[in-house]
């Protein structure tokens, strides 16, 4: 059982910058990828950003060179640094993380809203 609070979404401008959090609690020992996932209305749920045990990372193309994904193991945190926004990156964001060796669980999603 793995619980997973995001935080850090609202209003910003475009050229603005916000930096989400999520913290995992319970069953978190064997977590081997961290990520964030977006959904805006009327488009699929996409992969944002990840990062593994490893500290291996991975952005979808849209956001290279303007979002940083880290991890604190410490606090069982991943962190999504997101600047430059642009209207575009509106959606609801969402935590995930994957347990080995099949398991998958997810945040209930923090509003991210950029206005022109």
């Known amino acids: 059982q793995v619980q997973l609070v995001e935080s850090g979404g609202g209003l910003v401008q475009a050229g603005g910058s916000l930096r989400l959090s999520c913290a995992a609690s319970?069953?978190?020992?064997?977590?081997?990828?961290m990520g964030w996932y977006r959904q805006a209305p009327g488009k699929q749920r996409e992969l944002v950003a990840s990062?593994?045990?490893?500290?291996?990372?991975s952005f979808t193309d849209s956001v290279k060179g303007r979002f940083t994904i880290s991890r604190d193991g410490a606090k069982s945190t991943v962190y999504l640094q997101m600047n430059s926004l642009k209207p575009e990156d509106t959606a609801v964001y969402y935590c995930?993380?994957?347990?080995?060796?099949?398991?998958?669980?997810w945040g209930q999603g923090t509003q991210v809203t950029v206005s022109s």
């Open positions: 319970g069953s978190i020992s064997r977590i081997f990828v």
């Open positions: 995930n993380v994957l347990i080995f060796p099949q398991s998958q669980y």
């Open positions: 990062i593994t045990i490893s500290g291996s990372t």
